[in-house]
């Protein structure tokens, strides 16, 4: 079983920065493939981005070229570097890992994802 704890969240302008980093437990994060999906206030939990054990990524239109995905093996743990933050980012902010390999286009379905963080709040104030 893998536990996954996300941090990093917080209250921030519109145009500011936070980093999200979600720690995972066990030996074996390199291979898993990673993603980072959020929920807002009514609205259903949407694709963010995601990175494979290769090291490919994969970015929802919306945050492309404002957020970055990455993983540090090393440490177990992957990253969101989101910039230019806009109110509409506001969510809360899961992390979820996959054991599986599977085509690029599935990264985006929440159903690929075996384990799940319990999410930390993003907040952007206009």
């Known amino acids: 079983q893998v536990q996954l704890v996300e941090s990093g969240g917080g209250l921030v302008q519109a145009g500011g920065s936070l980093r999200l980093s979600c720690t995972a437990s066990g030996r074996t994060f390199s291979s898993y493939s990673m993603g980072w999906f959020r929920q807002a206030p009514g609205k259903e939990r949407e694709f963010v981005a995601a990175?494979?054990?290769?090291?490919?990524?994969y970015y929802a239109d919306s945050v492309k070229g404002r957020f970055t995905i990455s993983r540090d093996n090393a440490k177990n743990t992957m990253y969101l570097q989101m910039n230019s933050l806009k109110p509409e980012d506001t969510a809360v902010y899961y992390c979820?890992?996959?054991?599986?390999?599977?085509?690029?286009?599935?990264?985006?379905?929440?159903?690929?994802?075996?384990?799940w963080g319990q999410g930390t709040q993003v907040s952007v104030s206009s």
């Open positions: 990175i494979r054990r290769s090291g490919v990524t």
């Open positions: 979820a890992s996959a054991a599986s390999v599977y085509s690029a286009n599935s990264y985006v379905r929440e159903s690929v994802y075996d384990y």
